[in-house]
């Protein structure tokens, strides 16, 4: 609970009333510890020392719970979720630009990859068209080596001046590829190395991505450390003393001490 206690104290001394004085002295020494350990289950009293010469007010006023934040959740919720962790620690302004830098480039990736995903169709399709390649059940070193050979008959045939035998295609449909040009084949090339490099593309995307939940985790933890500091700065203490002539008979004299925590 925090509580704004204001207290003010006005006391008349009479000739050399040391002993009065002392006592307040007392007073203003011994309440603030007292006031730092207790709730003070009064919610505005006036008191009057009838016979004492001094007059003692206090006033207090209710403001909203502190809630303190722990860095630790404010950084895991948002290494999970970016912008959650600045939620959870109060700062909603930044909570909306990690959201929307996340779904940004969680579409941007997606997108991307649609893209790379039609350029890969094209050129298969393509290769189908000029080459006769069927293209289902086939793998990327396929796709590969039909844009760097004319025909199967010329890569089969290089394999095996080179002893590799392993990497021999059987001569059937299902292998089958010859270029009705140069020219297609040089263009088909062309077109999956494209697309090729569209596809790899991803990684910049979930590099980002990352980034981003690292970034959002680091700035949540500081945004609840600074929550939790701005708490503590509330805390303040002000102490005042007056002294008024009144007569020649005596003399009085104020002080007012104000307590934030």
Do not use: C
């Not at 290769?127 to 086939?138: E, F, I, L, P, R």
């Not at 039909?146 to 590799?164: A, V």
């Not at 981003?212 to 949540?220: D, P, R, V, Y």
């Amino acid at each position: 609970m925090v509580r704004v206690l204001r207290i003010r104290m006005d006391l008349i001394l009479h000739g050399n009333s040391m002993k009065r004085l002392i006592v307040v002295l007392i007073i203003f020494v011994a309440f603030p510890l007292y006031a730092q350990e207790t709730t003070l289950p009064f919610e505005s009293q006036n008191l009057l020392a009838a016979g004492n010469g001094f007059h003692f007010k206090t006033d207090t006023s209710k403001q909203a719970p502190f809630q303190k934040k722990s860095p630790g959740i404010a950084l895991l919720m948002s290494l999970i979720l970016p912008g959650s962790g600045e939620y959870y620690a109060g700062s909603k302004q930044y909570t909306a630009w990690f959201v929307a830098a996340e779904a940004l480039l969680w579409i941007g990736m997606y997108a991307n990859d649609a893209y790379a995903a039609n350029l890969t169709d094209e050129y298969k399709s393509f290769a189908a068209m000029h080459a006769g390649v069927q293209t289902s059940g086939k793998d990327w070193q396929y796709w590969t080596n039909i844009g760097k050979y004319d025909d199967i008959y010329t890569y089969n045939d290089q394999r095996l001046r080179q002893r590799l035998f392993d990497d021999v295609y059987e001569e059937n449909q299902a292998n089958y590829w010859m270029w009705n040009s140069h020219k297609h084949r040089i263009t088909y090339d062309s077109k999956r190395i494209t697309a090729n490099e569209v596809a790899a593309r991803v990684i910049y995307f979930q590099a980002a991505i990352g980034l981003n939940h690292l970034i959002s985790g680091i700035h949540a933890m500081y945004r609840a450390r600074m929550h939790n500091k701005n708490r503590d700065s509330r805390t303040a203490w002000n102490l005042q003393f007056d002294s008024v002539p009144q007569g020649r008979s005596y003399s009085a004299y104020g002080a007012r001490l104000t307590i934030r925590f």
